[in-house]
């Protein structure tokens, strides 16, 4: 929800003069949510409810950056280490400094942007790569001055040395995610390809696991055998059965000339941090659905179960007109090549209760007003249903790529 929220929309090309699609111009809008007053009209019940829950997706974004490249962890990092230590407007007398002009500047500001609201340096909707619109040295030159380079050279060089070359190549398999040879995924290792995609997802079919919370990695296995891990999102490393369930379906498998691994304990120090805020977030619900709806969402990313994050959205359903709204999970699998793994996502909305009321005022008011529509009474139902009219604005969209 934009509504009420400040916007600057700048342009930037990824490369001056180039004529491929992937180098073509980004325009990245910069908004400000405007969450105050509705969060002020909240009881000190239903604010540390929303925090809790913007905690966990907060940390449950970070894993977004992990699932889009494997240099999109090391440049977040870097961008954060620089804006934690000087803000933009310190900043720009560093980059004025380091020799860098106004617009190389603005041209670095717009590229954090992208960078923020992808969660990674891949377009969210398009699958395509971007760059600085600026030279890689004049880039190390600003890092290079920076304060938080002068407090720890050894991390910040450390990290531009992960990242810098990745950042900026654009050799034809680096500009679009993709499987194999088509693009970059960090849902495969780099070995994989169709084939074993495919393969993967019949057995996890046989087994009746779902692939959405999933990666799978491809190794050298003995007497010609493929051999496949199965890494399941969770908090919990262990493999072993747990006291939520009877078996557990982690182990070592024969499928046809192939052996797969399944484990738990992807992303784990993350599934730890979010499923503890939900925890928290459990004391402040405002009823047993919200209650119900937590336990099985904290269950899901402790163990690894999609069918523990499924019994939560039931629950979810049931919690009709919520004063804070949220989703939380592995949810789209637009960006997984094979279309089967989702990206984690995570956001909270709560209800403007003054802008509700007003609208709720409009809904009393239908009877009347339809009459005066340009149209005729036959378009209309024979009988007014009267819908639940409110007005929630984003709290917290950390974990939802734009």
Known sequence: ???????????????????????????????????????????????????????????????????????SPSIYALLQKLFRRQAPAQLEGVATAAGLSPEEYQAFLVYTAGLYANMGNYKSFGDTKFIPNLPKEKLKALVWQSQAFQEN??????LWNSCANLM???????????????????????????????????????K??????????KEDGAKGKRCYQVRLASAEKKDSPVDCEGETRCGKYEFGDAVFMVQRGDYAPLMKKVSDNLDKAKAYAANESQKRMLEEYSRSFTYGSVDAHKEGSRHWIKDKGPIVESYIGFIESYRDPFGSRGEFEGFVAVVNKGMSAR????????????????????????????????????ASPPGCPN
């Open 168 to 206: 900026y190549s654009l050799e034809d398999k680096r500009k679009q995610l993709g499987l194999g040879d088509k693009g970059i995924t960090t849902y495969f290792s780099g070995n994989c390809c169709l084939e074993d995609a495919e393969l993967a997802q019949k057995f996890l079919d046989s």
């Open 359 to 394: 609208f709720g005022k409009l809904v009393s008011s239908a009877e009347v007003l339809l009459p005066e529509l340009p149209w005729p009474p036959a378009f209309e139902k024979d009988t007014f249903l009267r819908p639940d009219f409110t007005s929630p604005g984003a």
């Open 1 to 71: 929800m934009k509504g009420g929220s400040t916007c600057e929309r700048v342009r930037v090309h990824f490369v001056k003069g180039s004529d491929n699609p992937c180098e073509g111009t980004l325009i990245q809008g910069v908004w400000r949510l405007d969450c105050a007053e509705a969060f002020r009209q909240l009881t000190p019940k239903e604010q540390l409810y929303a925090h809790y829950l913007s905690r966990a997706s907060w940390y449950g974004g970070l894993v977004v950056l992990l699932q889009t490249s494997p240099e």
């Open 153 to 158: 050279r050894t991390e910040m060089e450390a």
């Open 208 to 217: 009746n696991l779902s692939a959405y919370n999933t990666r799978l990695f």
